[in-house]
């Protein structure tokens, strides 16, 4: 799933994407894509992320990763290294209450647990046991 560009940055990416959609259209056979429109689109990207806007603007990421470094653009957060994901304890937030699982196999036969307290917080090694694989990450 795609992120959606608001405000200036995706003002940036959707006048490059117009811009370079348009050069496509009147270049009679493949050729370079002018400076201006590189120029263009590393500034969307220095904000969008390089790998979003190349798959946007259909360019090289590594061709786009050259031209915002060679421009001297400061990458987004996001872009620059920022944490993307961070994993919590498992119970660090709300211990959990109560949840219920019910697997089937392709045979019909079905299987139905109720698990309470930190059992829950366990559901993915006691799937696993159940499925016959080992639950060691």
């Known amino acids: 799933m795609r992120a959606r560009t608001s405000g200036v940055a995706g003002g940036r990416l959707r006048e490059a994407k117009r811009q370079i959609d348009c050069w496509r259209r009147g270049c009679r ?18 904000e969008q992320g390089i790998e979003e806007t190349a798959d946007r603007l259909r360019l090289d990421a590594q061709r786009l990763e050259h031209w915002v470094d060679q421009l ?14 961070v994993e ?6 709300n211990p959990p ?14 299987l139905r647990i109720w698990l309470t307290g930190s059992a829950v ?14 639950s060691a990450p």
């Open 72 to 85: 001297g653009l400061d990458r987004s957060e996001a872009e620059a290294g920022g944490a993307e994901f």
């Open 121 to 134: 917080a366990q559901l993915a090694s006691v799937a696993a046991a159940l499925c016959g694989k080992d």
């Open 97 to 110: 209450g109560e949840c219920q699982v019910e697997m089937a196999d392709c045979s019909g036969r079905k």
């Open 88 to 93: 919590l304890p498992a119970l660090a937030l």
């Open 29 to 46: 056979r493949p050729g370079r894509i002018p400076v201006d429109l590189w120029k263009l689109a590393a500034e969307a990207a220095a």
